[in-house]
């Protein structure tokens, strides 16, 4: 899996200054050992990524499986765009046609109860 890893960030060009470091986030980003595993097979620093800037957080919540949910969560406070600001699109809503037995069977499920 490392090994693919490196590869998508050497297609994607991160290389050089800009993409030095990988930080490890998820609740496999709590494996023992795993950034130095990381570091070895990537041949770049690594570490777990925590979630920092979230005052209050429970210890619980403190490890590297919430790291995501709290990036998303500063974000959101950042104000980005206001999804309701957008104006409407149309959306088109296909239904498939009601066949004879799945008629039967909730009239059948319908009287029942």
Known sequence: MM????????DLHFVGPIGRQVVLVGGGA????IADYTQVALGRAARVG??????GLP????G???AT???LVLYA???????????MMSQDVYRPKNSGIINRLMAALKSSF
Do not use: Q
Not at 50 to 55: E, T
Not at 59 to 62: F, I, T, V, W
Not at 77 to 87: E, F, G, I, K, N
């Open 50 to 55: 925590r979630p920092r800037g979230l005052h």
């Open 69 to 71: 949910l709290a990036g």
């Open 3 to 10: 090994g693919e890893i490196g590869r998508t960030l050497k």
């Open 64 to 66: 590297p499986a919430f």
């Open 59 to 62: 210890d619980a919540h403190a």
């Open 30 to 33: 709590d494996l023992k050992g």
């Open 77 to 87: 406070a950042s104000d980005p765009v206001d999804l309701r600001d957008l104006p």
